[in-house]
Structure formats: C-alpha cells, structure tokens
C-alpha cells in the first residue's frame, strides 16, 4: 500500500537522521496529526518527542503537524515498532477501516506489533 510505505520511509529516514536538523513546521509536541482538506484528523502518530516528530513532520507533507495534544474522534489504535531502532508508535485512526487499511501491509522496517483495536 502506497501509504504504508512512505510511512515506512518518512519513518526510516527519520529514525537515519538528515545532515542539518529540519526547521520547526508546527507547534511543538510529540503527535504528529493528519488533517483532511477540511480540518478533520484522520490519522495520528505518537512519537517518543518532539524533535522525533519533527523529523517525520519534515517529511510528511502539508497534511500532517506535530502538536502537544492528541487530535479528537480517532476510533482505532494500532502498535508499530520502528526497526531500527526499535522504537515502538502507537498509531490512531478515523475508524476501523482506515486502521485495517493502513496496517494491512508492512514495509521492511516497520512492523505491526499490536493490531487495529477500538480506542
């Protein structure tokens, strides 16, 4: 799934680390969000930290900013590790289908630990 593999690679390229630290985008907070064309969150991930999220945030697109607080009306989780390092981020959806959608797939480097689940 496209989606899936460029969040493995937005992932990996975080976790590699780039030359120069990327320039702040959003507020600062370790929940990087998605947003539709119409503000609604879609999509979330927990990361360790700020400057963890900030470093996929530089990556992700004009959809997605780190903010302090965790968006509202995501229905799903699902438990991702990161390898390497071995970092494990909890993932928040819309609902179920997007969760299953989202997780049916997993690039090299990313792995499902825990599957979709209500929240």
């Known amino acids: 799934m496209k989606f899936t593999m460029t969040l493995s690679l937005l992932g990996l390229a975080a976790l590699a680390g780039c030359a120069t630290p990327p320039q702040p985008v959003g507020s600062p907070g370790k929940h990087l969000v998605y947003r539709d064309k119409a503000g609604n969150a879609f999509r979330q991930f927990d990361y360790p930290d700020d400057a963890f999220c900030r470093k996929v945030e530089a990556l992700a697109g004009r959809s997605a900013r780190c903010q302090a607080a965790t968006a509202s009306g995501l229905q799903a ?12 981020v909890e993932g928040h959806y819309a609902d179920m289908s997007r969760c299953r959608a989202d997780t049916a797939t997993m690039s090299p480097g990313v792995e499902l630990v825990n599957p979709c689940r209500t929240q």
Do not use: D, F, M, N
Not at 79 to 85: A, D, M, N, Q, V
């Open 77 to 88: 989780r699902a438990t991702l590790r990161y390898t390497p390092p071995g970092v494990l």
